[in-house]
């Protein structure tokens, strides 16, 4: 399998734009999770789905986030408008769920930048 | 709620020294345990887990130990190399969720 892919891995925009990152799961993996890293935060979980419904969007840090799972192999996190303090690497990552034993696949990120 | 803490960083060691890592989570059920590795410029990789308490992971070297007793699962390795340099987080899953230390970076100098 190639893992979980991400794209784009760098993206560059001004503030105001609107931001699509893109992540396809590893194949046969029922949850993902969609993930925030910065310097000043440390790792921040924003959103999972469950067999692609969003099962806890707390970590989403206001309305100009949102995220979609239209099916089992691609999801979207979308950042509209977006501004400077959105900058981080935001990465995906897909499990395969069990009751005590997820294990989370990693995709390389994207690192964002908003200037 | 359940939660993860590890000892803050950065930590630097010489090459061929003896690291530890330390982890102590809170849990309300009965959590499975991970320790997550992540290199300069890429998302975080499985280092290694336990599902179960007394439970040993080990991989490359790296090894811990679910303890129940002191709620631990402390990361060890005999001697490091400067290969080893990354973030090191610890985490844990426990009913349905999943939660992430803040990580402590290692740096392994010659």
């Known amino acids: 399998d190639a893992g979980v892919i991400q794209s784009p891995r760098h993206e560059v925009t001004e503030m105001g734009q609107e931001v699509t990152l893109r992540c396809k799961p590893i194949?046969?993996?029922?949850?993902l999770f969609w993930y925030r890293q910065t310097m000043m935060r440390g790792l921040e979980l924003l959103i999972y789905?469950?067999?692609?419904?969003?099962?806890?969007d707390s970590g989403m840090p206001e309305d100009r986030f949102s995220a979609k799972m239209p099916n089992a192999s691609f999801s979207t996190l979308k950042i509209q408008p977006s501004e400077p303090r959105d900058s981080a690497v935001y990465f995906c990552?897909?499990?395969?769920?069990?009751?005590?034993?997820?294990?989370?696949?990693f995709g390389p990120g994207t690192r964002l930048t908003v200037t | 709620g359940d939660s993860v803490t590890q000892m803050e960083g950065p930590v630097t060691l010489s090459e061929e020294a003896f690291l530890t890592i330390n982890c102590t989570y809170t849990?309300?059920?009965?959590?499975?345990l991970f320790w997550y590795v992540q290199y300069p410029g890429e998302g975080l990789q499985l280092l290694l887990k336990a599902t179960k308490a007394d439970d040993k992971g080990s991989n490359k070297g790296f090894e811990a130990t679910y303890r129940k007793e002191t709620t631990s699962f402390h990361l060890e390795k005999g001697s490091v190399q400067v290969s080893d340099s990354a973030v090191y987080f610890c985490a844990l899953s426990d009913r349905g969720q999943f939660y992430f230390g803040t990580g402590t970076s290692l740096t392994v100098i010659p």
């Open positions: 990552a897909s499990s395969l769920g069990g009751p005590n034993s997820y294990e989370q696949y």
């Open positions: 194949s046969g993996h029922d949850y």
């Open positions: 849990a309300t059920g009965y959590p499975s």
């Open positions: 789905f469950n067999n692609n419904v969003p099962i806890d």
